[in-house]
């Protein structure tokens, strides 16, 4: 199962009636609750603080093969990030490669990228942020998908100075 197949899943549990969601397959757990109660590691329920039963909480098993959710050749990645100049993102939210569906992307890899240029939105809280670059290079490397939900100060971009 792949990130996109989990947000879909988290998005019509959280519009749904439903207050708890379990799924298994293999060594592949996945848990959604809207309770004010969380499951514990043995499967019982335990009382929890929270004020805010409509949040759905996420919880995924730490000991599964993530391999089909994260990128194959990380190790090729990791390499090329070495070459260039990496810029993360400022906030938590969700980030646009283009600035409208039925837009073309930003930036493409191996394009010329000046400083101050727009190189994708983050989406937090409803406020569009353009995300611009700190240098100018080449684009070597886009490190999120479109609408992929970002964290603070997580790569987003590979510049190559120059």
Do not use: H
């Not at 996420?58 to 190790?75: E, R, W």
């Not at 390499?79 to 490669?97: A, H, R």
């Not at 809280?125 to 100060?153: C, P, R, T, W, Y």
């Amino acid at each position: 199962m792949n990130i996109n197949e989990i947000k879909d899943l988290l998005a019509q549990f959280d519009q749904s009636t439903l207050t708890e969601f379990d799924l298994k397959d293999n060594q592949f757990e996945l848990y959604f609750n809207k309770n004010q109660q969380v499951r514990g590691q043995n499967g019982t329920m335990t009382e929890t603080v929270s004020q805010q039963p409509e949040t759905p909480s996420f919880c995924l098993d730490k000991s599964l093969d993530v391999s089909s959710v994260t990128p194959p050749a990380l190790a090729e990645e990791e390499d090329l990030k070495m070459e260039g100049t990496e810029i993360v993102s400022p906030l938590v939210g969700v980030c646009y490669l283009k600035s409208g569906p039925d837009q073309p992307v930003f930036k493409k890899v191996g394009d010329r990228i000046e400083k101050g240029e727009a190189l994708c939105i983050i989406e937090a809280m409803k406020v569009m942020n353009e995300i611009v670059s700190d240098v100018a290079g080449e684009l070597i490397q886009i490190l999120v998908e479109n609408e992929q939900v970002v964290e603070f100060n997580q790569p987003l971009f590979v510049v190559k100075e120059g």
